[in-house]
Structure formats: C-alpha cells, structure tokens
C-alpha cells in the first residue's frame, strides 16, 4: 500500500517543477517556489490528518477517506491534462512548445494537484501510526520490531518512488504527461483497494478525542493556580484504576520538566468543595502529555532546516541538471531521473544501517536500537550540510563548462550523483529517526500528531525554502543585476545559496545538540495493565462493519 501511494505521488511531484516550466511557461524562480508552496501544503495536510485521526475518525477510517481523496485528484488531473493541458500532444518535452492553456484547464490543474496534497499528505501520518499501532510496546521483541518496520515502511516509499523516479519521469520527460498520471491514478486505486483488504485483520485503537481541549486546559488550570506551591508528586491528582483518564492512553508517570505545570494537577481546597472540573484540576498523564508536546517542539524545529535541504531536489536540482550535458550516446537522460541516485542511496543506506551500523554501534553504546533517534537525527543534518556543499562545488563546475551564447553547460549532468547519494544517507538518519523518535514519544493519544510532526517539519522546511529564495531574489537583484537564481542559471550564483544553506545548517546543528541533551523522553506506566487493545479491536471493527 504503501509503495503504490508513494509511486503515485511521486509521478506528480517528481517531474511538477518541469511540468510548471514546460506546459504553464513559467520561470525558473516561481515554478521552484510554486512547488515549495505545493509540497509545503502535502505535508501540511498531516496536520489535518492527525488531528482527525487522533480526535474522531480513528486511524482506519482517516486513511481510507484521505487515499479517497488522493484517487479523486490524480483521476482529475488525468483529465485535465488530456483535454486542457497538453496541447499540442507530445508538447512540454523540453523542445515541442504547448499551447497557452485556458483559465479552466489551469484553475481544474491547482484543483486537482492541491487534492493530490490533501489526500497523501492527511494519509501518510495515519498509516505509519496504524503501522505502529500492529506491535505490543509492553513486549521488549515488539519494541525492536517497531524500529525495523519503520525502516521498512521508508524502504517501501523509496522502492515507490524509485519507479516514479526512473520509469514515470522518463515518459512525462518525453511530453508523455497523461500516460504518467494515469499510471499513477490506476497505481492510487489498487494502493486503496489493498488497504480495505485487510480490514478485518487490523489491531484497532480507539479515538482518543480532541486533544486541543486537554492541553489548553493545562495551561489554564496552571495559571488559575499560580499563586499555588505545585505538591509533590505523590499528592499531585491521578485517577484510581489501570486506566488514565483519557480514552485510550496508558498512564504517564510524572517528570520534573515544567514544573510549573504541576500546579495543574495540585488539588486545592476549592478542588474538593465540588465536582471535578477539568479546567482546574487535571490528571497527571494529562498534564504530561502537554509535558510532552512542549518538550518536542525544540526538537521539531531544529529538524525544519534539514527539511529545506530536502526540498532542494523536487525544485533546484531538477532545474540544476536540466542546464547540464544529459545525453548518454543516443539517450537523454531525464533531469529529474537524477533522483534515482537519492533512492537507490536509501535502499542501500536502510540495509546498511540495520545490518553495519546498529550492530557496530550497539557493541559500543548498549543501546539495542544502536544509536539513539536523537543521535541518528543529528548524524542526518551533518550529511545534509556536506550534501549541500557538494551542491555548491557541482554548479562551480558547471559554470566553469558553460561556452558563451550557450544554453547548457557541457558538464554532465553526472556530476550530480554525490549530492544526492548524500541526500539519500542522509534521508535514512534524519527521516526514519524523526519517524521512531516523535513516534515513539508521543503519547497515546496523539499518536498521529506525533508521526505529523515529520510531515510538518517537510511543510515548513519547503515554505522556508520559498522564503528563502524570495529573500535572496530580493537582497541579490537590487543593484539591477541577474541574482542568484534567474531564469538562466548560467547568469546566476545557484552555487552560493546551496552553501547559504549549509551554514544554515551548521547552526541549526550546534541548536539541535544543545536541545537534544536537554531533552528528556517520555516515561510511560508499565507496571500496570494498560488498555485492553483486543476489547478496542473488536468495538471498533463491529462499529466499521455496521
């Protein structure tokens, strides 16, 4: 399922910024930015997603209704392009120009790609929680085998994308666009079909309500006390018996982080003259999982500026190689097909990992998973850093090869393979580890809040990328000049924004460091039961059914 989404995803989103160039005519600088904007909005969608997941639909039903979604605007776009779109047919191949599409096609275009948006983005949270939600965390095996099935879970993407990255954007390369995306509409349908295959074979949990409501009462209970001494932590208020208070969450036991927050679970006289109002008095586990939230938030915007690192190959190092000597003998090589190199680097790198380096540095550290999700994620930014300097150094060569009145550089577009092989290890250590780690430390109830965070670090990582390069337009073209990213790369300095982006990245690293050892993780109550998940299966299923 999850590898015939992502190839359908992909076959859209790989080769967008060429389809933005070629079939709409619009510049190198606004298609790059109009595809920020768009994948900002995919991963965006995760919000939404978990929210619906975790508050009211479940995670069963949110996936199905979002890969709905994405089936209705691949089958639109499908349409769009055939009868408004490519026109002549065959244009759009880099050489053949197509007509000037009409209001409709165009307005039918945004439509479609931004339900293409909505419907992979809100999906890809859910069904890695529900993923997750298949192992027993109170069993040390399971646990272990959480970790390798995330591993698995990114593997499947990549295998997905790969096809999308090679097949796909060679025939939407070649002016093939609707081929594309009626392959990738009919590669959505069978993904949906073989997840509601499995519907009776899934370990279900419950809805844990909206969870907006719980933490604002926290802080409002919190400041209502702030004259209040918090009480220690054997007075501080929990609710008797195996289960929190909230629907479907094991207990949390307490920390010492925030304690200012403690006030909120600190029972007063006025607490005890009447019933029980949660915006004055909260629960423990209650007022840890705000505990929780708060605490990942450092983390989670350290992971934004890796995310911009990202961004760059959907956008500039698309349009990067489209300007550098592509053929091989007779074959043109797709520039975006160059982001073969970035998946085959993960395939390679996942295999790596589990079976080098968790080993290696289990002996080292003890630790059964190897490296830690913090360490991971940190080893994941400094390649990204030298991903991005090798960017750099690639279009210094290039613009070395540039003949003067030519269009294209007579580097080969060859040049490029180590920035995204780096891209690609670097993708194994920062998104698989953010996967475990807001996964992992989450609380039950938000779950897929935890998984989005990883979807939401990619949004605002491409917002920050547009911002960014609408920044260094701005700054750069002020004297009259061209800037750093025209509309003809050989007038510009692309090379001095990919190292504009590795020293952004040194100094998110020496912030992220900083956050990670101040971070202390969640402290889940094992010594008790827990929730019944069978008893959960079995409601939740004969709700499905009826």
């Not at 929680?129 to 990549?158: C, E, H, R, W």
């Not at 580890?433 to 990582?461: H, R, T, V």
């Not at 402290?523 to 069978?534: A, C, K, P, R, V």
């Amino acid at each position: 399922n999850q590898g015939l989404a992502t190839l359908a995803f992909f076959g859209v989103g790989v080769n967008l910024v060429l389809l933005l160039t070629r079939v709409l005519d619009q510049d190198n600088a606004v298609a790059a930015n109009n595809v920020s904007k768009w994948t900002g909005t995919v991963y965006l969608c995760s919000l939404i997603g978990a929210f619906l997941s975790d508050s009211y639909w479940g995670r069963y039903l949110t996936c199905a209704i979002f890969q709905l979604i994405l089936v209705l605007g691949l089958g639109l776009l499908s349409f769009a392009s055939w009868f408004f779109l490519i026109s002549p047919t065959g244009c759009g191949d880099g050489m053949k120009l197509c007509n000037t599409p009409s209001l409709v096609g165009v307005v039918m275009f945004y439509l479609s790609i931004y339900l293409i948006a909505l419907g992979y983005g809100g999906h890809q949270p859910t069904v890695a929680t529900l993923g997750a939600d298949q192992f027993d965390d109170s069993n040390p095996n399971a646990v272990i085998s959480k970790a390798a099935f995330f591993s698995s879970f990114y593997f499947a993407l990549n295998v997905g994308s790969l096809f999308s990255n090679t097949i796909l954007v060679y025939y939407e390369d070649s002016g093939k666009w609707t081929l594309g995306f009626l392959v990738s509409f009919g590669a959505a349908i069978i993904a949906l079909l073989l997840y509601l295959s499995g519907t009776s074979r899934y370990r279900y949990v419950k809805a844990s309500g909206n969870p907006l409501p719980r933490v604002a009462q926290v802080f409002v209970a919190a400041y209502r006390k702030w004259g209040v001494t918090p009480a220690t932590v054997d007075a501080l208020y929990e609710v008797e018996g195996t289960e929190s208070a909230i629907k479907g969450s094991r207990k949390i036991l307490h920390s010492n982080d925030f304690k200012f927050l403690d006030k909120a679970a600190t029972i007063t006289s006025m607490d005890l003259r009447g019933p029980n109002n949660p915006w004055k008095l909260c629960t423990v586990t209650q007022v840890e999982e705000a505990k929780c939230v708060l605490k990942m938030l450092p983390i989670w915007l350290c992971t934004i500026i890796y995310s911009v690192i990202f961004t760059q190959m959907a956008s500039l190092f698309v349009e990067q190689g489209d300007v550098m000597a592509s053929k091989l003998k007779n074959f043109r090589i797709p520039a975006a097909s160059m982001s073969a190199f970035d998946i085959c680097s993960v395939l390679i790198w996942t295999g790596v990992y589990r079976h080098v380096v968790v080993p290696v540095s289990r002996s080292l550290t003890g630790n059964p998973k190897g490296l830690t999700e913090l360490q991971r994620m940190g080893t994941g930014l400094i390649i990204g850093m030298i991903a991005m300097v090798a960017a750099g150094v690639t279009e210094i060569q290039r613009l070395k090869s540039v003949s003067p009145g030519s269009k294209k550089s007579s580097l080969s577009i060859f040049w490029q393979v180590p920035q995204y092989v780096l891209v690609g290890a670097s993708e194994v250590f920062m998104y698989v580890g953010q996967l475990e780690f807001f996964n992992g430390q989450a609380p039950d109830g938000i779950k897929s809040f935890g998984s989005s965070l990883c979807m939401a670090s990619m949004s605002l990582g491409n917002y920050v990328s547009s911002l960014l390069i609408n920044i260094v337009m701005e700054v750069t073209t002020r004297d009259g000049g061209p800037g750093w990213i025209p509309d003809d790369l050989n007038d510009g300095h692309l090379d001095r924004f990919y190292f504009l982006i590795a020293g952004l990245t040194a100094v998110d690293f020496i912030i992220y460091v900083y956050c990670a050892k101040w971070y202390n993780g969640i402290n889940l109550d094992t010594s008790e039961n827990g929730i019944q998940l069978e008893e959960q299966q079995k409601e939740v299923l004969a709700s499905l059914m009826s």
